[in-house]
Nanobody, 124 residues
Framework: VQLQASGGGLAQAGGSLGLSCAAS????????MGWFRQGLGKEREFVAA????????YYADYVQGRFTISRDNSKNMVYFQMNNLKPGDTAVYHC??????????????????WGQGTLVTVSS
């Protein structure tokens, strides 16, 4: 199983970045997909998740409408568009896969597979 995240980089506050995650080795449509992040010296935290069909999305409260998660099951890809970035969004972003649905997708303990992460740095 491989979850390959890409698209991280440097952005200015107020700017945008788009992340992608390519999944292989799993039946992609069986999994909800999530994004988590871990800032320097911080605990890993939930950011967003999307159900297997793409019909339901979940976001952390602090996202406040700035981020959008989507997926393309024909390509085994999940996407994450981040707008109006803030310095506090600086972190390593990981994509992950879970068989769970509903509110459990907010909890990292329920995830089966994790990608290696991609660094997002937001300057003020």
């Amino acid at each position: 199983v491989q979850l390959q995240a890409s698209g991280g980089g440097l952005a200015q506050a107020g700017g945008s970045l788009g992340l992608s995650c390519a999944a292989s080795g799993i039946n992609f449509e069986d999994y909800s997909m999530g994004w988590f992040r871990q800032g320097l010296g911080k605990e890993r935290e939930f950011v967003a998740a999307i159900t297997w069909s793409g019909g339901r999305q979940y976001y952390a409260d602090y996202v406040q409408g700035r981020f959008t998660i989507s997926r393309d099951n024909s390509k085994n890809m999940v996407y994450f568009q981040m707008n109006n970035l803030k310095p506090g969004d600086t972190a390593v972003y990981h994509c992950a896969a879970t068989h769970r649905t509903g509110e459990m997708v907010r909890n990292e303990r329920w995830y089966d597979y994790w990608g290696q992460g991609t660094l997002v740095t937001v300057s003020s």
